[in-house]
Structures are given as C-alpha cells and as structure tokens.
C-alpha cells in the first residue's frame, strides 16, 4: 500500500490544474470588447470570438507516416486551410495558430498559447495510425477523459510520447512518463470544466464528416492527452484519417481530400458558434 501511495501520489499532483479558476467554468461567457469573463447570470450572449487551431507535431517530431505522407505535413496543411475558411466567411473570429510552419512546438506550449489568448475553442488535428492492419480506416475526435478501450489508450500514449523530444520534459510535466499505464489513467481522470461543451463541438465534427466529407466516422472518444490537459476552454484532438491505410494515404494526401476534410470541420464550427450564440 505504501509503495502504490508513493506512485500515485506524484501523479495526482499532474492532475491539479493551475490554470483553471473557479471563475472559467463551463457557463462562462464574455463580453465583447472585454477580455473579461462574466458569469452566465448575465444577459450578454455567448461568443466564439477567439480560435486557436493546432497542427499536431512539426519540426523534428514528423508524427507518424505512410508510404509518402508525413503527418505533420498533412496536419499544417488541413489547419491551414481551416483556419482560411474560418477568417474568409467570420472576419470578427480571431484565428491563433499554434504554428504556422513546420516547427516544433512543446505540448504544453500549444495549450498555454490558447490560454493566453483567452480562447473559445481549441482544435488540434493530428493523423492516426494503426500498426496491426493497413485496412483501418476512419476518422474520430476525442475529448479529454477516460480511455474506453486499448485502442483509446494507444492513441494517447503515442500522441503524449512527443514529450519524450522537449527539454527537461520530466521537470515540464512533474515526471509524467508516457509509456505508463498508471500516469495516462490518472491524466485522464481530470474532467475539465468544459467536457459537455467539448464533446458536443466533436460530436458535431464526427456528423460533418458522415455528412458532408462522406467519410467513416468511428466516433467521439475519449483519452488522457496532455495537449488538451490544461486548456480552459472546450478542446478537442482530430484525428482526420489513417496514413497506414493506403487509401485513406492518398486521401490526406490530396487537394479534393484535404478541402473536403477542412470543409467538414469547417461546417461543424459554425453549427457550434451559431447554437452557442443563440442560446
């Protein structure tokens, strides 16, 4: 007992955010021309007037890989083009990138820049990658939580072992190891105060992508990933394909696939900002 309490004990210690404060809670609302946050009680509408649009990986870290395609390559390429989609058709959206070129940005870093910019939503696209078959295919988006499955957890372990190429990343993320079990589970436990809003924005993203890419959607999920761990506001992590089906490959790969995938996010952003501002 007291071995496990020394194990876990570090690790709960991960899970205290200290960038959430009583005040950002899931009903917060701004107003405009105010970076400050009011509470729901207030008349002022809800607005999504700050986005922060992550590229998953970039620089030395390439992600994962198919015959030709590297992810990070096709990460940049869809943020891009969905950040141009948003800008062009809601010029009042102010649109953050976590990086614009193929750099390398820390994990932590990409949710600090979209806490300091006080964003409404953060999205991060990344490719998946299935080592057991090259016939999976799909897309899915996940929210911070519990992993469901092996799967969920594989996702999460490889998408957090980037940490494994930034400096002192065991001071940076108090000695979280991403090859544990253990740490990951209990980096999932920490629920956000945004999760209903987060999975309502990746439920929207997953039905865009049925309806308007034509794609198999494998659904919303959930896992611990330290890229949405401290993000106070509805987050989630895209994962737009599979660069191990050769298929999918070339899809990702393409001018019509990347359009057609940036178009389906792109729609299933602005069913959420015209139901969150009515409401």
């Given amino acids: ?31 405009a ?88 939503l953060f999205i991060s696209i990344h490719c998946n990658a299935s080592p057991s078959s090259n016939r999976v295919y799909g897309t899915e988006t996940y929210t911070l939580g519990l992993h469901r499955t092996q799967s969920n957890l594989d996702v999460a372990r490889r998408e957090n072992a980037v940490i494994l190429q930034e400096k002192n990343y065991q001071q940076t993320y108090k000695g979280f190891n991403p090859n544990s079990p253990l740490a990951t589970i209990m980096l999932a436990n920490y629920q956000n105060a945004f999760m ?4 309502n924005f990746a439920e929207k993203v997953e039905r865009s992508f049925r309806q308007n890419a034509e794609r198999k959607s494998n659904g919303v999920k959930q896992a611990g990933f330290i890229v949405l761990w401290k993000t106070t506001m509805p987050s989630v992590l895209i994962e737009s394909g599979y660069l191990t089906n050769p298929a999918e490959e070339d899809y990702l790969r393409s001018d019509d696939g990347q359009e057609a995938i940036s178009e389906a996010i792109f729609k299933a952003f602005e069913r959420y900002k015209q139901e969150i501002e009515t409401d």
């Fill in 33 to 120: 021309g105010s970076n400050e946050p009011n509470s729901a009680g207030n008349a002022v509408p809800n607005q999504v007037r700050t986005i922060v649009l992550d590229a998953g990986h970039g620089g030395k870290d390439p992600g994962t890989h198919g015959r030709y395609a590297k992810e990070k390559t096709i990460n940049l390429a869809l943020i891009l083009q969905l950040g141009r989609k948003i800008k062009n058709k809601h010029p009042d959206v102010r649109v953050i990138y976590t990086r614009s070129t193929d750099h390398f940005v820390d994990l932590y870093e990409r949710g600090a820049i979209a806490n300091r910019s006080r964003a409404d």
């Fill in 196 to 199: 209903a809003s987060s999975i």
């Fill in 1 to 31: 007992m007291t071995t496990l309490a020394m194990v876990v004990l570090p690790l709960l210690a991960l899970t205290t955010p200290d960038a959430l404060t009583p005040e950002l809670t899931q009903d917060t609302v701004r107003t």
